[in-house]
């Protein structure tokens, strides 16, 4: 009877659990992959670029951001940065790069987490906005006999250059992230359907004998 049964090409029991065993495994593998996938990211060679933004960012602000007041006096809003008549705009603006721009990217690429990175994406990308107002609020005319501001300095301009290729670059990480999971879930998708299909066909077959 068993020989009968080689010949046919059907399976044994030990051989059908064999197989199903291996389905098993081969979807705890890919859901593993899932949840590893989901938590975190892989910058790749955009890390570097990441890093160097993060160096300009910290440059950013020992340089002017108005007058002769650097960025750090808009942060602390020291004398000079009162002297400068600095605006909300830019004292916003120089927060969210300091948080955003280099303390988030910096723990984003050392944690490499995917939430993380879109704290900083989006972090990044409020910045950018400010970035404008604040440079714009800095080429505004006098009024009513008040001298009018003096114009954005270098260290305001090449913050707000950081904080647009940070979010550029964060974004293309959180999007390649995302891209690949939604590849591991239709994969994960795929087998379950043909696991499924293969224990249907285990049940037709018992049905039949």
């Known amino acids: 009877m068993s020989e009968k049964a080689g010949g046919n090409g059907s399976q044994t029991p030990s051989t059908a659990s064999q197989d199903r065993e291996a389905l098993r495994a081969y979807e705890k593998d890919l859901r593993k992959a899932e949840r590893t996938v989901a938590g975190e990211i892989d910058p790749g ?28 006096d ?51 990308a409020v910045a950018s906005v400010a970035g404008v107002l604040a440079i714009w609020t800095r080429n505004t005319v006098g009024v009513g006999g008040i001298a009018p501001p003096s114009g954005p300095g270098v260290g305001l301009i090449l913050g707000w250059v950081v904080a647009i290729v940070l979010t550029f670059h964060w974004s293309r990480v959180v999007w390649a992230r995302s891209s690949y999971q939604l590849a591991l879930e239709a994969e994960r998708r795929q087998q ?18």
């Open 74 to 124: 808009v942060l602390s809003m020291s004398t000079a940065a009162h002297d400068q008549r600095i605006s909300l705009p830019s004292q916003i603006f120089v927060w969210l790069l300091v948080v955003f721009g280099i303390f988030a990217s910096m723990i984003a690429l050392l944690t490499r987490r995917w939430v993380l990175a879109w704290i900083a994406l989006c972090g990044c």
């Open 192 to 209: 379950a359907a043909i696991a499924e299909a293969f224990q249907q066909a285990l049940r037709d077959r018992r049905d039949g004998e």
């Open 45 to 72: 060679a955009r890390a570097m670029v990441v890093a160097v933004c993060v160096l300009v960012a910290m440059v950013s602000l020992l340089l002017p951001h108005a007058g002769d007041a650097s960025g750090l």
